[in-house]
């Protein structure tokens, strides 16, 4: 398009379901890095070569009253539609069950 006006950078749009959103934004929240940066590394990489996308960041899990407050953070910011309230209970009962089959091993 040599007659074309736009200036750099230019925008593409793609159509994504729901889950494909949600999927490609905790890939690029689990890599440090934002959904855009994950997609330009993607598609501008040919299949020859590896992609330049940082890998994953390692998860600590903290002890008591932090890790659940921690946990209840994290979920509040994927679902903002569900109360703390009611999360809290549900946080608890996933962490006793991974602590208790840690602690089997």
């Not at 921690?70 to 009962?93: G, M, N, S, W």
């Not at 069950?97 to 089997?104: G, I």
């Amino acid at each position: 398009m040599p007659d074309c006006n736009r200036q750099f950078p230019v925008r593409v749009d793609i159509r994504l379901t729901e889950e494909e959103r949600e999927s490609l934004n905790l890939e690029a929240v689990q890599r440090g890095i934002t959904r855009q940066e994950l997609l330009r590394a993607r598609i501008l990489t040919s299949e020859d070569r590896k992609a330049t996308i940082p890998p994953y960041k390692p998860v600590h899990l903290s002890q008591g009253r932090d890790a659940v407050d921690k946990a209840i953070d994290a979920i509040t910011r994927h679902y903002h539609f569900i109360p703390r309230h009611q999360l809290e209970p549900i946080v608890c009962t996933v962490i006793c069950a991974l602590s208790s089959v840690n602690q089997k091993r």
